[in-house]
């Protein structure tokens, strides 16, 4: 359920601005912090582990020895190139080898296939003629969200693919993009997007915010979840905060599409009275 709805920032096309004003001028908090849970620390039976990746660019087969075990898998989009059988049928079989008991997937823009609503005109040329129809079916070995939410001992979590990039799967522009954030229920622990929100891991090519503000504005003034997980932007991977939502951007690969970084840890307690199975 949700409590309100977001009206759209009148200058959310132009997210390099409203960074100068907002984050250089401190109105609004972004402190990078440390990794919350260490490799080598132990899972504990009174706390969730989750273990986040995203944008792994067909490289999951190859991550695999680096992923550390968990209670919770959690993937951010663009596991595949082009969203071709063969790409899907490869990263569920690299999915199905790990060990976590729960694998919480959305897809990201490279899934081409997945959005329904996609206009196939508009799509990059070079990526057309690729993907696959209803691809998600082919994902045994994981559950998708796709502006759902479930529930994992007790802690809610949403997933929702959109972001502001044309010419690709799941594309809105940003001034249409409020009306998918408005489906986020309020009462979630986890959000998962593909997109950053602006000023939280979204810099890219060291020079351009891709962040898109109405995220930001629906996380800070309505949904506050515990965390909120993306990738997307390459670059900027690791976690901020504004002192309530902790924002993890779990990109794996670099923009060569060579694994770069290693996947993002973190725990959340259980809640009185339920325990894991």
Known sequence: MTSMKIKPEPLSTDP???YKEWFENRKRMCAKIDPLVKFE???????????CISDTHEKLRDLLPKIPNGD???????????????ELEEFNYAIGKLPHPHKIIIAGNHEFGFDDSEDLVQREEKYKGHGTPKGHKLLTNC??????????YGIKIYGTSWHPLSGYA??????????????????IDILLTHTPPLGHGD????QSREGDVDLLNTIEH?????????GHIHEQPGITTNGVTNFVNAAICSHKLE???????????LKPGLQKS
Not at 72 to 86: E, I, P, Y
Not at 143 to 152: F, G, H, P, S
Not at 170 to 187: A, G, T, V
């Open 222 to 230: 309505r949904v506050k979840p515990k965390f909120h997980v993306f």
């Open 41 to 51: 620390e132990p899972i504990y039976q009174d706390k969730v582990r989750f273990v």
């Open 170 to 187: 799941y594309y809105r522009p940003r001034d249409k993009l409020h009306e998918k954030w408005n489906l986020i229920p309020d009462d």
């Open 16 to 18: 390099n601005r409203l």
């Open 143 to 152: 559950t998708v969200l796709a502006d759902k939410m479930v529930e994992i």
């Open 259 to 269: 694994i770069m970084n290693l996947p993002i840890l973190f725990d959340i307690p």
């Open 72 to 86: 919770v898998l959690v993937h951010c989009g663009d596991f595949t190139n082009t969203g071709d059988r063969n």
């Open 203 to 206: 810099l890219w090519n060291r």
